[in-house]
Structure formats: structure tokens, C-alpha cells
Nanobody, 126 residues
Framework: QVQVAESGGGSVQAGGSLRLSCEAS????????MGWFRQAPGKDREALAG????????HYGDSVKGRFTISQVNAKGQVFLQMNSLKPEDTGMYYC???????????????????WGQGTQVTVSS
């Protein structure tokens, strides 16, 4: 059974930083494509950052470029999101998406991912 768990969310003031972690287990293959998304109340799930399986290619949403950094330990199912210079508009539920398999380029759409965690809440106050 595949499980995806996000952690590291919390409440911070504008300008602060948080580091989110995501760990996937129970996957069949030893290579994965992973990405981070955000969903605010009443809004669609927004792509924030994605990694190719080898970690060499990254994609960032326009709203987080230059402030957020995605990284992984290896392609086995653990990914991080370092978030700096946080803004109130970054508030939302943050989700990690996982597709079990190889991707040469980062995946960008929620429908490209197979597995999701329960999310971790990030609240940024002004």
C-alpha cells in the first residue's frame, strides 16, 4: 500500500521560512517523479515545484520562483521544499504528488501524479 506523508507546515510571519518534507513508501519501483502543489480555499490546486527523477531538471510556478527550492535525497521517494521570503498569499494546504516511475522532465499538472498525501497546512501572517 502506497503512503505519502507531508510534514513541516506551520504558522510563520511574512518574510519567514519553512522547510516541508515528503516521504513516500510502499512504491513498486525504485524511481519516482515528485512535486509540490498548493491549494487555498476555493481555488484549484496550484503547481509549485517539480523534479525530474534524476533531480537535474526542476520546474517552478511563477508565484514561487526565486523563493522556493525543491530538492531530493535520491529518487526513492523523499523530497523537500525550502520556502523562503514567505508571503501571506502563500497560505494554503501544501501537497506532495508522487508518480511511481521515471520522468526525464518535471511533471507540472495534478493529473500527472498518482499518489497524494493528506497535506500540511502553511499559514503566513502579515
Amino acid at each position: 500500500q502506497v503512503q505519502v506523508a507531508e510534514s513541516g507546515g506551520g504558522s510563520v510571519q511574512a518574510g519567514g521560512s519553512l522547510r516541508l518534507s515528503c516521504e513516500a513508501s510502499g512504491l513498486i519501483y525504485n524511481t519516482n517523479c515528485m512535486g509540490w502543489f498548493r491549494q487555498a480555499p476555493g481555488k484549484d490546486r496550484e503547481a509549485l515545484a517539480g523534479l525530474s527523477t534524476d533531480g537535474k531538471q526542476t520546474h517552478y510556478g511563477d508565484s514561487v520562483k526565486g523563493r522556493f527550492t525543491i530538492s531530493q535525497v535520491n529518487a526513492k521517494g523523499q523530497v523537500f521544499l525550502q520556502m523562503n521570503s514567505l508571503k501571506p498569499e502563500d497560505t494554503g494546504m501544501y501537497y506532495c504528488g508522487v508518480r511511481n516511475g521515471y520522468c526525464s522532465n518535471p511533471l507540472k499538472r495534478p493529473e500527472d501524479f498518482t499518489y497524494w498525501g493528506q497535506g500540511t497546512q502553511v499559514t503566513v501572517s502579515s
